[in-house]
């Protein structure tokens, strides 16, 4: 994993120099795991792929502020998730605006659920909407890309305990919902 970091950081320092070739490897890289982590949260892929295409903007814009000796993946999925949870309360204000237009005005039909879920998880998505933001995340990254209690708090800037509280938490929901199906989870 260091000489992984190694190669993020030299990457940041060419993009730093103005060699565009080097974020377009970083992109490369992380536009898949970037776009798995925002569905998985989002569980709805236009939304997804709006997030991952301001989170890739921001981050490069703001590569000057990354520090080279940290870990380039945490930096930028903390920029994913932050981008998310912004994305859910946007929406959720969203709806509420037209439940309340609908509330005022019958005539108006609005479908106040998002449209497309998909999940990357192999699980069920009926699963996954148990779970909270952070709690989806905290599975996602452990599940997916093996990250620790530690690694799962810098994301979701909490403490190491908290986050192995989500981490356990989403595990103990799945296997509540998932019942009597022999699953590991």
């Known amino acids: 994993m260091k000489t992984e970091n190694m190669r993020d950081s030299e990457l940041v320092k060419n993009c730093l120099q103005g060699d565009m070739e080097a974020y377009r490897q970083i992109m490369d890289k992380y536009t898949g795991k970037a776009m798995a982590l925002a569905i998985n949260i989002l569980r709805n892929r ?19 502020k990354f520090d080279l000796q940290g870990n ?13 949870i912004d994305k859910i309360r946007k929406n959720k204000r969203f709806f509420q605006f037209f439940a309340r ?27 996954l909407q148990t779970l909270s933001p952070k709690e989806r995340l905290a599975l996602f990254l452990w599940a997916q890309d093996s990250f620790a209690g530690e690694e799962i708090a810098a994301i979701l800037k ?3 305990a908290t986050a192995r509280v989500h981490l356990y938490k989403a595990r103990k929901k799945i296997k509540a919902v998932i019942g009597g199906e022999n699953v590991e989870v």
């Open 101 to 127: 237009v609908k509330s005022s005005q019958p005539l108006i039909q609005v479908n106040p659920e998002p449209t497309n879920p998909t999940s990357v998880c192999s699980l069920d998505k009926r699963y």
């Open 158 to 160: 909490c403490s190491p």
């Open 72 to 84: 380039f993946k945490n930096w930028f999925y903390t920029m994913i998730y932050n981008r998310c």
């Open 46 to 64: 236009e939304d997804a792929e709006d997030v991952c295409q301001e989170a890739f903007i921001s981050a490069y814009h703001n590569l000057d």
